[in-house]
């Protein structure tokens, strides 16, 4: 059978061709929040002086945990005592629901 360049992708990374358009979307969406803030911090830099890092690196963290929700709707960084975190153990606390 030839390959599906709509499915083949989506199905090796264990998704439907809809649920990885989702992701996509969603990632998208975000890094478009993201990229929006730092135009707005180029122009001003006392705006949004951490936002688009902050989305860059709370994405990355859903990426690597797998968290295809986060990635969907909104990854966010967690602060715990001062130190961001996402989705770690820290101290024996588990933060943002993550082990």
Do not use: W
């Not at 599906?4 to 478009?32: C, I, K």
């Not at 705006?47 to 690196?57: E, G, L, Q, V």
């Amino acid at each position: 059978m030839a390959a599906n360049p709509f499915t083949d992708h989506p199905h090796a990374v264990g998704e439907s061709y809809r649920e990885h358009m989702g992701v996509a979307l969603g990632v998208s969406r975000q890094l478009a929040g993201a990229a929006a803030a730092a135009l707005i911090h180029a122009v001003v830099p006392r705006f949004h002086t951490t936002t688009a890092s902050d989305k860059i690196k709370a994405l990355a963290g859903c990426i690597e945990r797998h968290d295809r929700e986060g990635l969907r709707t909104n990854a966010t960084l967690s602060v715990v005592d001062g130190t961001v975190v996402d989705g770690t153990v820290v101290d024996g606390t588990v933060v943002d629901g993550v082990a």
